[in-house]
């Protein structure tokens, strides 16, 4: 595993060991479901607000979605972030294991039940479209860390070392 930066808005942050296993095992499944159903994806992007959503996926006609990823119903309790992502994306998700106990998930909220190896879209949540200005910085901070990334991967020594 490589080190990052510190900075919290660097777009090569991907995984930096904060997640719990079953986290990254979600995380796994949930990019895995939404690049099947045609998505684009970055995992851990930071967001302009400082914070950094799980998964950002983006749909071919350009909606935004995030999703949220939660281990377990003590995670959930206990990391009240969610309502921050809600002014960058279409749609929120919440993606959790088959076990959680769902009702506690916001009706409004979409439900992705997840593992490692997949997910299942259970249920859609409520859209609000963003506005033109954020769609646009989103797409921006979006391209500009998936192609940082790939560049990074192609060429680890291109001038990205922490």
Not at 54 to 75: A, F, H, M, R
Not at 132 to 145: P, V, Y
């Amino acid at each position: 595993m490589r080190e990052t930066r510190a900075d919290p808005h660097d777009p090569l942050i991907s995984f930096d060991g904060r997640q719990s296993q079953v986290a990254a095992a979600l995380q796994r499944g949930v990019c895995r479901t939404l690049r099947a159903l045609g998505h684009s994806v970055v995992a851990e992007l930071p967001l302009a607000n400082g914070r950094r959503a799980d998964v950002v996926g983006l749909s071919p006609s350009g909606d935004v979605l995030i999703v949220e990823i939660k281990s377990c119903l003590v995670d959930y309790r206990t990391d009240g972030k969610w309502h921050e992502y809600l002014d960058y994306c279409d749609r929120l998700y919440f993606a959790v294991a088959a076990d959680f106990p769902c009702e506690v998930i916001p009706e409004h909220a979409g439900l992705i039940l997840a593992d490692r190896y997949g997910a299942e879209l259970v249920r859609e949540p409520a859209e609000t479209r963003l506005s033109a200005a954020r769609r646009k910085a989103m797409m921006i901070c979006f391209a500009r860390a998936a192609a940082l990334r790939l560049q990074h991967h192609l060429d680890p020594g291109c001038g990205f070392e922490s």
